[in-house]
């Protein structure tokens, strides 16, 4: 099978070409092809597939065989797929994902795709529709108990259910330990991803991430959308102004406004491949 390694802020992924290939049990493939020592390595499989509503169509596997509902970083990898390979030669496209179809923009220097900017549709913060098993309304800056203590913390939806938790460095974090508490938490009926934020300046955000199926990775693009919206609705950021977020694999320019979040950022081919499967 012929594989595609593709990253975008160091989140890395292995691209399948369903146009062209058949892929029979997704899942198993995620699981082998993922191991960092006995397969690729990545964090996890994406399939680039045909699509009857867009110009292409997503499906994400994590490293544990679990089918995503949407990937930040993947969908503006999937875009450079598309276009650089003149499966769709349009500078704006669409990609279909489990969560809708995702408008993109693309940046072209001399013929490729060096960076994508995604309309990531509206945030949701009805913890019922997250889902948060939390009474109320939107959960902002909530002391709950939660990962075995009592924690200030934020709930969004961006397709996949996220918790944004403000602190100090996150880098500092024992993530190995503390990620699998809020992740598995009974809070969260269908797990959740899990970013901790400090807080740098009124346009800047420094933020680690623990991903539901793949635990700690370099970048989560709807984590760093997560981490911005939580940010405005806290008051420490402005609304409707590009907001850094600063990721351990680079950085993410996220805009938030009451109709839509935007994120940008680059899109990377690694290599080319095949596998024996």
């Known amino acids: 099978m012929k594989f595609t390694k ?7 992924y292995i691209y ?6 058949a892929v029979e049990d997704p899942a198993a493939l995620a699981v082998r092809l993922s191991d960092r020592h006995k397969g690729v390595g990545g964090d996890g499989v994406i399939l680039v597939c045909p699509s009857d509503v867009a110009d292409g169509k997503m499906r994400i596997f994590n490293i544990d065989g679990s089918e995503g509902m949407m990937c930040g970083n993947g969908v503006r990898c999937v875009a450079k797929f598309l276009y650089d390979r003149g499966v769709c030669r349009k500078t704006e496209m669409d990609v279909e994902s489990k969560s809708g179809v995702k408008h993109c923009r693309i940046l072209d220097e001399g013929g490729k795709a060096v ?9 949701e913060l009805d913890p019922k529709k997250i889902p948060a098993a939390l009474d ?6 909530r002391e709950v108990e939660v990962a075995g203590g009592a924690h200030e913390i934020t709930c969004v939806s961006m397709g996949n ?3 944004v938790v403000f602190g100090g460095d996150p880098m500092e974090l024992d993530l190995e ?3 699998p508490k809020f992740e598995w938490d009974p809070l969260f009926p269908e797990r959740v991803n899990t970013e901790f934020v400090e807080v740098i300046d009124r346009h800047t955000l420094k933020m680690r991430v623990w991903e539901r199926g793949s635990g700690e990775t370099m970048a989560c693009g709807t984590g760093a959308c997560a981490a911005a919206v939580a940010a405005v609705e806290n008051g420490f950021c402005p609304m409707g102004e590009d907001i850094t977020v600063k990721l351990r694999g680079g950085d993410l320019t996220i805009r938030y406004t009451e109709e839509r979040v935007t994120m ?3 899109a990377v081919e690694v290599f080319t491949g095949e596998v024996n499967i």
């Open 136 to 141: 109320g309304g939107p959960v902002v800056g």
């Open 115 to 123: 960076a994508v900017s995604v309309d990531m549709g509206q945030a």
């Open 161 to 163: 259910p996220h918790c």
């Open 264 to 266: 940008t950022g680059e």
């Open 177 to 179: 330990a503390v990620g």
């Open 6 to 12: 593709m990253h975008g802020c160091g989140n890395d």
């Open 16 to 21: 399948i070409n369903c146009f062209e290939e």
